[in-house]
């Protein structure tokens, strides 16, 4: 399973942009990186997911650099409810035609008001 | 859309219970469903990945006759915990996906109290 690094803290100002950086140097050419929260005593919510291109949707963008080995997620205009612990997962086979997650420590986003 | 509900969100019963947590995808046909366990301060570990109409799929070190795993339907999984005693204590989170090409989305988990 390709590993990712993430920081294990931030923070962000309340409506400054917030830049969560992700290594995954060991990637392969067809695995997705995806992107979750997770706030506290929730199950992860899903963000934003990406193979090559960059992407965005109306939470998030994603930022993959042209050898695939990191990646940014970028939040445009933190609130305070954007605090939580944010996962970079590399996407892997697991046997068959299952995909799985491995989860990681993450990085804990704190917004300040 | 990507609806995932998880029921019951909390759970407290004593040593030797058996203990069910359903999984349901509200607003699409889960193909694939997912169970994790969340211990304080930790992050998620896979449990097992079920298909439906399949036998499940098990993480090395998880036991299968501990942890029964039911996906009979595209919107339902089920997950017994047999026998439970306090160290099942945890946060048992489910997930579904729609397809290959679909990200999984969460339940809000269901929190097991083992007294």
């Known amino acids: 399973d390709a590993k990712t690094t993430q920081p294990p803290s931030m923070d962000c100002a309340e409506g400054r942009a917030a830049n969560l950086p992700c290594n995954h140097s060991t990637i392969s050419g067809n695995e997705y990186v995806y992107w979750y929260r997770q706030i506290h005593s929730q199950g992860p919510q899903y963000i934003i997911h990406g193979l090559k291109n960059n992407e965005t949707n109306e939470m998030a963008s994603l930022i993959i650099t042209e050898d695939r080995k990191s990646s940014t997620l970028i939040l445009p205009h933190a609130t305070l409810r954007d605090t939580a612990v944010y996962y970079c997962i590399v996407r892997s086979w697991s046997g068959g035609s299952n995909y799985k997650l491995t989860f990681g420590k993450g990085t804990l986003l704190t917004v300040n008001p | 859309g990507a609806v995932v509900s998880q029921h019951p969100s909390r759970v407290i019963c004593k040593s030797g219970t058996s203990v069910k947590i359903e999984c349901r995808s509200l607003?699409?046909?889960?193909?694939?469903m997912f169970w994790y366990r969340q211990f304080p301060k930790q992050s998620l570990m896979l449990m097992a990945t079920?298909?439906?109409?399949?036998?499940?799929?098990?993480e090395q070190g998880v036991e299968k006759d501990k942890f029964l795993i039911n996906h009979a339907s595209l919107t339902l999984s089920t997950l017994t915990v047999t026998s439970a005693h306090p160290e099942d204590s945890s946060f048992y989170i489910c997930?579904?996906?729609?397809?290959?090409?679909?990200?999984?989305?969460f339940g809000d988990g269901t929190r097991l109290s083992i007294l």
């Open positions: 079920s298909n439906e109409g399949s036998k499940a799929t098990y």
């Open positions: 607003d699409f046909q889960a193909t694939t």
């Open positions: 997930s579904a996906s729609g397809g290959q090409d679909q990200p999984q989305h």
